[in-house]
């Protein structure tokens, strides 16, 4: 603000400076408004419920599945607001960001062979950020491109789990995609972050490494809330259903298990050790909303027994041909 005095040749200057702390957006998955939210999963319904864009809805605030308002190849929805902040914040341009986009069916590219079947997107600073592990194929675009939903995800059911993180767990997560061997496409690990995660800016730049000793790794990993993950990362020497072989014996439940079932591809419910791995043969959510397994491209699994209250998201199917992916 600038007044000047009547009298004399003479201005007295009074300068006014208005000091505002500085805005530091946190990355984190956001929910369907937009808000900072723990954790999401989203459930994208086959075709045969309209457009093949619909989802339903569910984070750590809601009790409840609830069906969207939003389509997911717009980024009004949780998916879109969450990678907007890749896109649209440019974050993929930034030394203070890490990010890795993996699939092992990239957009526009060919498949290839000797890579792990799994899909999903990293991205954090030195504070925190996001883990969105999900089952759509070409999915998600470069970040160049901005958001965009591949029409082939259109037909089948899909899933997709969002999980914030401190800083501290990525490295734990970078090491767990070590065992997986995830085909990334596009990624960017600055120079100060490459002492915690020299692994991942291999992986960036295309490198195999030799498989870990170990066929298989868990870890456990809490959300930024405090929320406690556990996840199971196995290597191609783990020749076993991971389902039957693996996570329904550490966890010691009986499990449920919806994957992509293709006729002559899939395993059989397995009641051979002692907790036991069956088939979901049709999905019923909130709506009602009900649907055949070989509609459903999502890979999910759950506790038979309600006190157990287990439920897990990820990329595998159970069909022998993923038995070493």
């Known amino acids: 603000m600038l007044r000047m005095e009547p009298y004399g040749a003479c201005c007295k200057v009074i300068i006014v400076f208005l000091c505002f702390p500085a805005i530091r957006t946190d990355i984190t998955c956001r929910n369907e408004a ?5 954790w999401f999963v989203v459930y994208k319904l086959p075709k045969e419920f309209g457009s093949g864009l619909g ?24 998916i879109g607001l969450t990678l907007n902040q890749l896109y649209l914040g440019q974050a993929y341009m930034s030394n203070s960001t890490v990010y890795a986009m993996y699939n092992d069916g990239p957009p526009d590219m060919d498949y290839l062979k000797g890579y792990g079947h799994t899909k999903g997107v990293l991205l954090f600073d030195h504070a925190q950020g996001f883990w969105l592990s999900h089952s759509v194929p070409h999915f998600p675009y470069f970040p160049e491109r901005g958001y965009q939903y591949p029409s082939s995800g259109k037909l089948n059911g899909q899933t997709a789990l969002c999980m914030t993180y401190k800083y501290r767990q990525f490295p734990i997560i970078a090491r767990q995609l070590v065992y997986l061997i995830p085909r990334v496409y596009n990624c960017s690990v600055p120079s100060s972050f490459l002492d915690d995660f020299a692994d991942l800016a291999q992986l960036c730049e295309g490198s195999k ?36 072989g693996w ?12 994957t992509w079932q293709r006729q002559n591809r899939e395993l059989p419910s397995n009641c051979s050790l002692e907790n036991h791995a ?27 027994g309600l006190e157990d209250q287990w439920a897990c998201v990820g990329d595998l199917n159970r069909e022998r041909a993923q038995v070493m992916h």
């Not at 989802?55 to 949780?78: H, I, K, P, R």
């Not at 088939?279 to 459903?296: A, I, M, W, Y």
Request: hydrophobic content about 35%; proline content about 5%.
């Open 278 to 304: 069956m088939n979901v043969q049709k999905v019923c959510l909130p709506g009602p909303t009900l649907f055949e397994s070989r509609h459903d491209h999502s890979k999910w699994c759950v506790s038979t």
């Open 247 to 258: 996570v329904a014996q550490e966890l010691g439940t009986d499990l449920l298990v919806e």
């Open 209 to 244: 490494f030799p498989l870990p000793s170990s066929s298989k790794n868990i870890e456990s990993l809490l959300s930024a809330k405090g929320e406690e993950f556990v996840h199971f990362a196995k290597s191609e020497r783990f020749v076993d259903d991971i389902y039957t």
């Open 55 to 78: 989802y339903m809805y569910l984070d750590s605030a809601v009790e409840t599945w609830q069906m969207s308002q939003f389509t997911v190849n717009t980024s009004e929805g949780a």
């Open 34 to 38: 937009g808000e900072p939210v723990d």
